[in-house]
Structure formats: C-alpha cells, structure tokens
C-alpha cells in the first residue's frame, strides 16, 4: 500500500510538471498582444508649462499600461496647423485621439471622421459643451464659463467691484468662454483685454490697460503665459497690493507668487490629469470596452497662499 502511494504521488506530481510545462510552452507560441497606439493633439504652445504636465501625465499611463503615444501640437497657436495635425492622426489609423477640441468649426470634421472610421476620441481641456455633438466618447476637463464665473464671485467677495480678464488666445472657445463667464460673473462691470501670448506685449497691454482705467482694481490671466508678465509687470511697479490678482492654472511661478502673497488665487484644473485620465480610459476601451458614462470634471479648484506650500513639491516632479 505505502509503495502504491507513494507511486499516486510521484504520478500526480509529473503529471503537473507536464502540463505546467505544455501550458508555457502553448503561452510562448502564443504572439505577444500588440500595444496599443493613442495619439493626443494640443493646442499647447512649447513655451507653455501647462502643457507638459498635462504631457507627462500621458506618459506615465502610457507606460502604465504598455501603450505607444504620440503627442503632437503646433508650434503656435494656430487652428489650421491643428486642424492639419489631427487630420494626419486620423489618417495614421490610431487606437484612440486625444485632443483639446479648441475650435469646434476647425475641428469638428476631423473628430467625426475619426469617429466614422471607428476610432475612439476623448477631447480634454477645451470644448467638453460640444465634444459629443461631433461623435467623442467623453470629455476630461472642467467648465470654463463657469470657472470664469466662480473668479469673478471670488474677486467680488475680496472687495472687487470692477475686472479685467486677459486673453492671451482669443478665439480659443475655452479662454473666450472664461472671459465670458468672468465678465458674467461681475454683472458686466468687466472687460476683455485681448492679447498676443508675447510676454512684452502682454506686459505693456496690462500696463496700459490699467493706467487708463483706474476704477479696475481686478486682474484674470487665463494661464501662466500671461500670469508670469502681469506678476512681473506688478513687482515692477510695487502694486501687487494695489490689485486683486488672478489666475487659471499653475506653473512654478504662479506658485511662488501665491506663496508670497502676490497673487490672491490660482485656478486649478488639474492638467497632469487631463493627461493621464484619457490613456488609462482608451487602454480599458481597447481591451475591455470600458468607459465612464459620463463626462470627468477635473477643475475647478482654488490654490491660494494657504495651500500654495503643499502643492509646489509636486509642481516640481511635473505633476501639478
């Protein structure tokens, strides 16, 4: 009996050993799956730091995942460069198409084709209100009027009764509409100041602008291109405390200057997500047919000096 035993082991354990060794040998004949390839196409200028955290964060899930990702964005801020960009993505046969949908006129066509010819598109940042009209799955990113609306309350309750937002794209459908919604915000006592995103003409634009209006005590830039001059501009003049100063997004610089009490807040949309979010969601869409139901609002969200120190550790590992 202790032999039969003894045999039913030794059996039973070979028997295991051969079919371990029959199921990695069926696993290496198998072909390794294909990665995935997702293309994401910005409007971000490269002069621009809000763009490449919001880069750094599709590439962290990129390579969390095992995709390939090719971002592209022109070199200016420039729709029919754009427009051509995400066209070549269409072409190109991705997985899935990431962009900031800025202009649904330039870019509307080249989102629904993409969609007719079953490539999956999630827009980020720019255009949530109208994404899905053109065939997008979802979009990752937060209301910029309504962003707008909330700076203006902000300012209202720290004694502002008159702004000004500064637009550094006009045109771009997301910064027009925190204009708006900025302008709304204050009942109509604002105004728009348009500029070129050149720091000096942005300088001598707020200067100027200022100076010849001197009932406005409230001051919006709508990203660090602009914010960076008009702090400048400020520290220059010694009228940090003369004005109530505001931004959206963050950049070492915006948060240095929160830290230090020159500027009064920064809006924060959480652009490292902006990146990250829609590779992970295209990676679960391609292998399992997932996707939320809904849109992400990833903004907004108020730093000011109070919270300014927790925030520059991770602006400075690319992440805010």
Same mark, same amino acid.
């Given at each position: ?21 029959? +199921? !990695?040998?069926?696993?290496? =004949? @198998?072909?390794?799956? &294909?990665?995935?390839?997702? /293309?994401?196409?910005?409007? *971000? ?104 609306? +909330? !700076?203006?309350?902000?300012? =209202? @309750?720290?004694?502002? &009764?008159?702004?000004?937002? /500064?637009?550094?794209?006009? *045109? ?149």
């Amino acid at each position: 009996m202790a032999r039969l035993s003894q045999w039913l082991l030794a059996s039973a354990a070979t028997t295991a050993l051969m079919a371990g060794a029959a +199921q !990695a040998q069926a696993q290496a =004949q @198998e072909p390794e799956q &294909e990665a995935s390839r997702f /293309v994401m196409v910005t409007h *971000g200028v490269p002069s621009d730091p809000f763009w490449s955290v919001v880069k750094n964060g599709a590439e962290a899930a990129a390579d969390l995942v095992g995709a390939e990702l090719e971002y592209r964005a022109p070199s200016t801020f420039d729709m029919a460069k754009m427009q051509q960009l995400v066209q070549a993505a269409v072409a190109s046969d991705p997985d899935g198409l990431i962009l900031s949908f800025t202009d649904e006129n330039a870019l509307g066509g080249a989102v629904q084709n993409a969609v007719d010819n079953g490539i999956p598109v999630i827009t980020i940042n720019s255009g949530g209100d109208v994404a899905r009209d053109y065939g997008a799955r979802l979009h990752i990113g937060q209301s910029e009027y309504e962003a707008g609306k +909330q !700076a203006a309350e902000r300012m =209202q @309750e720290l004694g502002v &009764e008159k702004g000004v937002c /500064v637009n550094h794209e006009q *045109g771009n459908q997301g910064l027009d509409q925190r204009c708006d919604g900025f302008v709304e915000g204050f009942d109509g006592n604002a105004e728009q100041l348009a500029t070129t995103y050149d720091p000096t003409n942005i300088r001598n634009a707020i200067v100027a602008y200022l100076n010849e209006n001197s009932d406005v005590r409230g001051v919006l830039t709508l990203g660090a291109l602009a914010a960076d001059p008009m702090i400048r501009a400020m520290r220059e003049q010694g009228a940090t405390d003369m004005f109530t100063l505001g931004t959206f997004d963050l950049s070492p610089g915006i948060l240095e200057a929160l830290d230090a009490g020159e500027l009064d807040f920064a809006i924060d949309q959480q652009q490292y997500m902006q990146g990250y979010l829609p590779v992970m969601f295209l990676d679960q869409f391609v292998k399992n047919g997932l996707l939320p139901a809904g849109d992400v609002a990833t903004g907004p969200g108020f730093v000011t000096q109070e919270n300014a120190a927790q925030v520059i550790e991770l602006s400075s590992q690319g992440i805010r």
